[in-house]
T-cell receptor, first 110, second 112 residues
Framework: GQQVMQIPQYQHVQEGEDFTTYCNSS?????IQWYKQRPGGHPVFLIQ?????EVKKQKRLTFQFGEAKKNSSLHITATQTTDVGTYFC??????????FGKGTTLSVSS | NAGVTQTPKFRVLKTGQSMTLLCAQD?????MYWYRQDPGMGLRLIHY???????AKGEVPDGYNVSRLKKQNFLLGLESAAPSQTSVYFC???????????FGPGTRLLVL
């Protein structure tokens, strides 16, 4: 079935470095959502992108939706230790459910 | 509001035993979901419900059953637990389909 592919699976950065995770699909997406899961926690909604080429910012986080609506990215500027966790993208499945990517786990050392 | 709650938080089962995981939400959401999370596998959808009295299969439904007798509750049952069902189970709800999902704290299940 359809599934978004996320890369990289793991990323370690030094505090203050930037971080980017990518989400790719072989099909055109109606929209895409991003979630963050802290270690030992549960996924928490971050944002939804709907329009082609859309860019949204939340403080140090920048989310992009590709022009062809087949890919998306999450970029964190100047990472902090509070950014540690796993970031998931999720695609809309026929308007009834979400299919999640496998996630990118970010670790940050100070 | 409590949001989405799950019981129990942790459980150990022996192979072949049965159990029911309970999910409750107080947000009057129509849609509810059960996921399992295993290392390196992300979140995989087991079953979901689009409203009271309805259920549908997700990506990995085998070995699980669900029921949604009341709008606020979504039950996940394991009739005969297997070690392959050792996982963390998350319940989620959303107001309408494929919109923002709100997750519960999870249930850690260990099947020996």
């Amino acid at each position: 079935g359809q599934q978004v592919m996320q890369i990289p699976q793991y990323q370690h950065v030094q505090e203050g470095e930037d971080f980017t995770t990518y989400c790719n699909s072989s099909t055109t997406l109606s929209n895409i959502q991003w979630y963050k899961q802290r270690p030992g926690g549960h996924p928490v909604f971050l944002i939804q992108l709907v329009k082609s080429g859309e860019v949204k910012k939340q403080k140090r986080l920048t989310f992009q939706f590709g022009e062809a609506k087949k890919n998306s990215s999450l970029h964190i500027t100047a990472t902090q230790t509070t950014d540690v966790g796993t970031y998931f993208c999720a695609e809309d499945q026929a308007g009834t459910a979400l299919i999640f990517g496998k996630g990118t786990t970010l670790s940050v050392s100070s | 509001n409590a949001g989405v709650t799950q019981t129990p938080k942790f459980r150990v089962l022996k192979t072949g035993q049965s159990m029911t995981l309970l999910c409750a939400q107080d947000m009057n959401h129509e849609y509810m979901y059960w996921y399992r999370q295993d290392p390196g596998m992300g979140l995989r959808l087991i079953h979901y419900s689009v409203g009271e009295g309805t259920t549908a299969k997700g990506e990995v439904p085998d070995g699980y059953n669900v029921s949604r007798l009341k709008k606020q509750n979504f039950l996940l049952g394991l009739e005969s637990a297997a070690p392959s069902q050792t996982s963390v189970y998350f319940c989620a709800s959303s107001l309408i389909g494929a919109e923002t999902q709100y997750f519960g704290p999870g249930t850690r299940l260990l099947v020996l």
